[in-house]
């Protein structure tokens, strides 16, 4: 179905890979844009938490006689308790001199009175989120700074995170299989203008070249456009050819057919012997060059044809009737009966054309290699197959040769002076062959030739 | 018999004439399709012969004229075109019968003959010696009330005998006008043809006789 | 006799400042190549049952077990905790504050309810109040307070009988007592009212509750506040001398808790002893036959293991408390 085209590639696959692809991208940034997100939130959560944390502790300082006094609450910790257990570690700091709380705890130093400031540290071997801010204490005597720091681990935080990136992870995973399979139907529904293009183009018949009259999707236009001028430049150069081959005939014929006129007619008037059988052969020569012609554009058509064979329902009683009709006058002349035997109408799916030129030629063979005043037979049957035979009263074919008869241009050793170019067997067997069916070469137990052609 | 030949090839043209009016027919030749249909309105043809490919025009113009007229005369196509397609068609237009060039005179008169028969059930050309009935186109020969039925080479040499009654046919004459070039026949195979032609004569005033080696010659006794 | 021995033996091998622990005991076999050092405040006949069951189910392992106060446990291991395995102690503070800064090993398969560990680190394996133990004698025919409010009704009816009679912990020096005040002082007003009482009566300061308990037992103090009941209950000897009473509104409860430092030379061992140790505590069916109180499991504690236990560790605070607590107590 697809031989002789060079494949590269596969629409299908590009489609497919390119949606997986830009899912799999998609579905990756996804996955950081949300983690990342997750991340602020959950560090906004904690820094919440912290900054209050911090608030809580530099609220409760106040100057007394002239100490620094930093009363905080139990609730200031306390709200720092996690599920996971987190470590907490803090610095009170007035000005540049640790007040209590952890030594050696980073400092970020925030702007005086204006909020909390945050940043990441290590302290004591484990990764910390500080926050810290910082007041003016002004006393009677007295004007500090006091900078108070919270620290804690981010055990939770993690774990949260890991969580959300988990289940992230999964329904990206999730909404990814399911683009596959989008991917693929989408792919499917994509391309199904081709194979309908494909069907209805396949589907035509073998003389078709009209142009695509159904519609199309606009991106395979170009393409239908450019193969109906395709198909439009075909049936030109194609009628071109034919027109050519009928004229090149027409020239050839007519001036053989002059020369066969005259030849004719001058064979009558010649008396001597040796001028007759001149005359004789000449015409001899210029029949079998225009019967050799012909059965080679016949054949040429019908090797062509074979390949996209016209199926239609045909009656081959009725075929060989025309047929019998049209040579008849030949059959006279050469006072050869043709006789039909059949019993009802047999009907075949075949190409009509083929089948009167095989079969044409199989009974102007018979008329020409039977005797005069004899019967040639035609027989149409449908047991054990549809089949129409072709017998005659002469000489039946050579033994031993029987099987070479159809090949290309063999003469039989009995052709003897018969006029022919040996591809009328070869003709019909190719449409046999062409319709599933067989010619089979017989002589007649009574002597005789039988000719099948069987479907 | 009175013919009709359409055809521009004037070598051709005088060929098929020389051939028909040897043997014995009337032919009117026109070159074209005007002329063809000028003819034809005018005169009573048994039979037109057209050449398809004609310089003013597609012979199968004509053919849709002729019929669109009614008229009944039967038309054999002379065609160079073996195409099956163009076959159909001059046949779907009208033609009863078409002949390939080059084309065996033999095979275009028995397709004249059964054009002819096909035609019209009684011949109109009957020719009537002495007391015998030759129907050319029927085949047949009646002397008294019987009416036999010729076979076609007897027909043919029967043919050439009575239009031609003084004349003496030699064997090899009569040979070459019955026989295709590729037959493998002897000229012998004639004096079997005489001898059963002499038999269906039996009875009638005529008679053919044998001119030793100068041929036949019907005689009306 | 053996016990001077190992006391001047335990001298000689700690190669540690020469402090005096307040006991110190061996357990197992002499020739074991494992020995378990246990870091404890609590009375060794407490703990003493709990150990040798251990030990036999680990024949091969034997216990140096150390004790001395609560304050004094934080400050020697944060010195060198490279010297001990196991630390246990009932300030819950304290505890916290050690584990919060790194010194704990996780414990990873320990079975615990939530709410009584931290970081899978911290164990508490025993619920404790903070008890009021009275002198049965220096109640008679008097109704025996129930509530610190009543407490300081019956000590200001009857300042005579309670002049210098009275004692609790001295804050600066027990870490016990300091966690017990606080977090009394947290839960209500009352705290401060009854410590003024309690210093216009001229009150006695102890670093333990055993002496504290000694007192009473001998009459030399009538009313003890903030006394381990445990302890109290303990002295089975002396409860027809002695009564506990349990404050009706908030009664302070300490967990006990242990963890296993980072540095132990013997982490499987102690990690088993932990789990033994929090094993027994759990199972009530035991309290027979041993003697500390098991973990109570039927509410959560009121005094949880968060990171608000180290509020009361902060330097500023503790100035600030111990300047309050001082001003009411020294009059």
Redesign the interface.
Known sequence: MIEGVKISGSLRNRLTVSLIGGAAVLALLMYFIVRAYATQIAQQGQDNILGASVNSILDAANVSEGF???????????M??TD??D???YA?YQDDEL???YDGLAQIFPEVDKGSAYGNTTF???PVRLASASRMLVGADLRVQLTVTVAQTQDSLLGALNRIGRNVAIFGAGFFLLVVILAFWATSTAIGPLAQLTTSVARRGPQDLSPVASPVPREMAPLVFSLNKLMARLEYSLSRS?DFI?EA??????????????A??T??RV?KEEN?QAM?SM??A??ES?RAA?QL??HA?ITFRADNLDQKNIDLVELVQDLAM?L???A????IELQLDALGPVSVIGDA?LL??AIRNLVDNAL?YAP??SIVRLVVATTPKPSISVVDEGAGFPVGEINLLPDRFARGSNS????GSGLGLTIAQEVAEAHGGGLTLNNHSRGGACVTFSF | MKFLLIED?Y??AN??C??MR?DGHVVDHADKIFDAIEYSQIGEYDLILLDV?LPDGDGREFLKHHRARNRSTPVIV?T???????RISLLDLGAD?YV????????LE??C??ALRRNSGTSQSITVLADVAFDPVAGSLKVGDSTIKL???ELRIFELLINAPQQIFSK??LF??LF?????VSENAIEVYIGRLRKHLVGSQLSISTHRSLGYRLDHD | MRYIFFLILTFLVQPVLAEEWEDQQFFGSATSQKTLRILSNTDTRFFAPIIESFLKSQPSVSVKYLVTGSAELYDIFRTSPEDFDVVISSAMDLQFKLV???YALALGDLEHPDWAQ???SLFAFSTEPATIVINREAFEGVPTPSSRQDLIKALRQRPETFQGRVGTYDVRHSGLGYFFATQDA?ASETYWRLTEVFGSLGVRLYCCSGDMIDDLVSGKIAVAYNVLGSYALGREDAQSQIKVILPSNFPTKMMRSAFVSTNTRLPDVAGTFIKHLTGIQADISKAATFPLPPLDRTVEPAI????????YL????RR?FIQEWESAIIQ
């Open positions: 620094i006094d930093v009363d905080f609450p139990y609730a200031s910790f306390s720092l308790g996971t257990d470590r907490v570690f009170i007040l209590s709380g004591k071997g484990a034919e009928a005939a027409h020239r050839v014929r007519t001036p053989l057919a002059t020369v066969r006129s005259h004719e007619a064979l009558l008396d007759r004789r015409i001899r210029i029949d225009s012909g554009l016949d058509m049209r008849s006058p030949i006279e002349m050469r006072d054309i009167q030129n020409k005069s005043e003897g002076g018969i006029i | 090839n070598e051709l060929a098929i020389a051939r040897s490919m002379l160079a075109r073996s195409q099956v397609s163009d019968d390939t060039k080059p084309f065996d005179h033999a095979e028995a397709r003959r059964a076979r076609n080479k090899q004459k070459d006008r295709s070039y590729d037959d493998d | 919060n800064d790194g931290w970081r899978e947290r949880s293991l968060d990171p608000a236990l180290m509020t902060d330097r500023l605070k600030t």
